[in-house]
């Protein structure tokens, strides 16, 4: 079993939000728990959020000397729908859990025995909806075992489609930090949004997971010209690129980077985004993987260029909880094999016994079978 540490790990001084305030409280050598039994109307900006100073309970990363092997991850998650994979993932054994993106739904409940409902988010009620999903008791189970690290996309950041003009978003920021369980000292709470990097693994075996994100700095996608990253993001992640010593990357997208011929969210909304990521993954020379969520279906796009020396391949996997049953195609150039529906989650299993790592990226279903996958020699 592996686990991990913060790429950019250190104890310096948070942000002197209030938020960041009460979190100086608790020990620093302790993990943030949420205390989700409780729920009142809370005042602090931590977006009411108790915090108890005993060890979290989540198994955030913090042990980093073994190389991954196996990683799990999935998408789209309503805390109020049925949530039947949570034994079948575990039944993997993975070494690590990523959550890709609206891991919660802040903007939709489905009421029971009635109609989905639009909801006009405040953080009363999205505490409620993460306060739901903490406690559920096969992902309970899950997380008391299982290391999870993440982002987010739209749904759990606040509302459909929302950007950088989000007014909830430090709020929602702090929930989804905290849900997962990122420890205090990690420097994803001294800065805005919540994008990050994580080293798994011993020299010659390591792999860098990198959680981007595609919401807090976004400019609307109809913006002329669009940005998704930010200059902040954009130059983080070319310093993390230039002194990474990982032998594979993993970057985490709440939408997919490759597909880019549908109408809906993507990175070719944003071209200058999507060029520049492209070329700095050419210029890190790093084999490197996609991980993709959102568009609640699973599929595998593969990108074939020439200043990249391996094919890129971006592996969508969503939903957990629901899916897009009546999907009847959509163009996508780059796809590989069959458009799965259903509900799912992805794998990505990595050998280490060669020189360069081997990766097998795998779409699972609900009954525990393969859907679709790609091997990866580099």
């Known amino acids: 079993m592996s686990f991990a540490r913060p790429v950019e790990f250190h104890a310096a001084g948070l942000a002197s939000r209030a938020t960041s305030c009460a979190l100086r409280a608790c020990h620093r050598d302790q993990l943030l728990h949420i205390h989700f039994m409780r729920l009142s109307i809370y005042t602090l900006a931590l977006a009411s959020i108790s915090l108890l100073h005993t060890p979290a309970s989540a198994k955030f990363p913090d042990n980093f000397d073994s190389p991954l092997q196996v990683i799990a991850f999935g998408s789209c998650n309503r805390d109020e729908l049925p949530q039947p994979l949570w034994p079948i993932i575990a039944d ?59 982002t987010w996309d739209d749904h759990d950041y606040g509302d459909n489609n929302a950007v950088g003009d989000y007014k909830l978003k430090q709020i929602t920021r702090d929930l989804a930090l905290s849900f997962m369980e990122v420890p205090i000292s990690d ?23 990198i959680l981007l994100d595609n919401r807090y700095f976004a400019s609307s996608r109809k913006a002329e010209p669009s940005d998704l990253l930010g200059d902040t993001q954009r130059n983080w992640l070319e310093k993390t690129l230039q002194t990474s010593t990982a032998n594979l990357h993993i970057f985490v997208s709440g939408t997919q980077i490759i597909s880019a011929e549908h109408k809906y969210e993507k990175w070719a909304d944003y071209p200058g985004d999507r060029e520049w990521l492209l070329q700095q993954i050419a210029l890190s020379d790093t084999p490197t993987v996609l991980i993709s969520g959102d568009r609640h279906i699973h599929e595998i796009s593969v990108l074939e260029d020439p200043a990249i020396d391996f094919p890129l391949v971006d592996i969508t996997s ?61």
């Not at 969503?318 to 150039?333: A, I, M, V």
């Open 92 to 150: 993997q054994a993975p070494d690590l859990w990523i959550w890709g993106g609206d891991n919660i739904y802040a903007d939709w409940y489905q009421r029971p025995n009635g109609p989905k409902v639009k909801y006009s988010v405040n953080r009363e009620w999205i505490t409620q909806r993460y306060a739901s999903q903490y406690k559920h008791p096969a992902y309970a189970a899950f997380r008391a075992k299982t290391p999870i690290i993440g």
């Open 187 to 209: 420097p994803r709470w001294s800065r805005e949004g919540i994008y990050g990097a994580y080293d798994f693994g011993p020299e010659g075996k390591r792999t860098k997971v």
């Open 318 to 378: 969503s939903g957990l909880t629901h899916s897009w049953d009546s999907f009847k195609g959509e163009p996508n150039r780059y796809r590989y094999g069959p458009v799965a529906t259903g509900l799912g989650f992805g794998l990505v299993k990595i050998d280490w016994s060669g020189a360069k790592p081997t990766v097998e990226l795998q779409l699972i279903d609900q009954t525990a079978e393969v859907s679709n996958s790609y091997s990866l020699q580099f």
